[in-house]
């Protein structure tokens, strides 16, 4: 069950960049501000009844929590301008493809932890098919249709690399205070609850073209509420039966399900190698997901 949601979660997230593109005049700031900012709000309003019963156990994991709200913070706005400068293929594999590598080493510096021969061949074939992905949409046609110049998508990989450790270390301390005996919705909706208060004052530096027309409207509101809160539920519950190196692996899907809408909704070219990359992250999460033994 935890692998399914994870899993879930990731198509859900995979959505997220072709949706960014159907408003085009919103910069990548107030995308990521409302979409983790509002998300965030509204876990931890859900949650509250949690949060307001596990609040010592809060308190005493307050250093985890602060770490984990700051990453929050900090993660989608990485993500969604490296995207706008990079590509939606090139962003998303980047922010993602490598976030199992940095969610590894956190686990390894921080807990101690080993990591499996399951692990590492998934892993292996999965930051394998991110890397062919990336080259796919580099050698392709993807930046010259955008316009943009090698500069920017240096920046915007760069950026990616950011999110990716970010992503990592969010996970990293949901999953802790979980262990801890804190319930996934107490933690999900205390962290991301204080890293959307952290976006808020983003959000109204830089939001005001998501109120200049109903479609900009509508994709916030979709990615508030579609990608971000019920994602994050979703991968909330799957922290509590698998390791976040592990999570973070099972969602190598989503660069795949992004690349994938890229070339099918927003026009963006993926050569063969491209697809090959595509068919590695699958054959990753077979890896991972083979006899149900996700925790591997």
């Not at 005049?25 to 931890?44: D, E």
């Not at 976006?199 to 409207?217: D, F, H, I, K, R």
């Not at 979709?222 to 019920?230: G, K, Q």
């Not at 190598?252 to 190698?273: D, K, Q, R, S």
Request: proline residues 3%; charged residues 5%.
């Amino acid at each position: 069950m935890g692998t399914l949601c994870v899993l879930a979660a990731s198509v859900l997230w995979g959505t997220t960049g072709t949706a960014a593109t159907f408003a085009p005049g919103v910069g990548p700031l107030a995308i990521g501000a409302v979409a983790m900012g509002l998300g965030g709000l509204l876990q931890a309003l859900t949650a509250w009844a949690h949060i307001a019963r596990e609040r010592r156990a809060l308190r005493a994991g307050g250093g985890t929590v602060a770490l984990g709200a700051l990453a929050v913070a900090v993660y989608p706005l990485a993500f969604y301008t490296s995207m706008r400068l990079a590509g939606v293929a090139v962003g998303t594999v980047v922010s993602l493809g490598t976030a199992p590598l940095a969610s590894a080493l956190i686990e390894r510096v921080l807990d101690g932890g080993s990591l499996t021969r399951r692990w590492k061949a998934g892993a292996a074939l999965g930051v394998l098919g991110t890397v062919l992905l990336c080259a796919a949409e580099t050698m392709g046609a993807g930046s010259a249709a955008r316009g943009g110049s090698a500069a920017e998508t240096v920046l915007g990989v760069c950026l990616g690399l950011v999110a990716a450790t970010t992503y990592a270390l969010y996970s990293w301390a949901a999953h802790r205070l979980i262990t801890r005996g804190i319930s996934s919705r107490a933690a999900m909706g205390t962290v991301f609850g204080l890293g959307g208060l952290l976006l808020l004052p983003v959000l109204l530096a830089t939001g005001a073209p998501l109120l200049a027309s109903w479609t900009n409207a509508a994709v916030g509101t979709y990615m508030a509420l579609i990608p971000m809160f019920t994602g994050y539920a979703l991968f909330g519950w799957g922290l509590t039966h698998v390791r976040p190196s592990t999570a973070t692996t099972l969602t190598l899907l989503e660069p795949a399900v992004a690349a994938v809408l890229a070339v099918l909704i927003v026009g963006e070219h993926l050569p063969g190698v491209g697809w090959l990359g595509v068919g590695l992250v699958g054959a990753c999460l077979t890896v991972l997901t083979w006899r149900g033994n996700a925790g591997a």
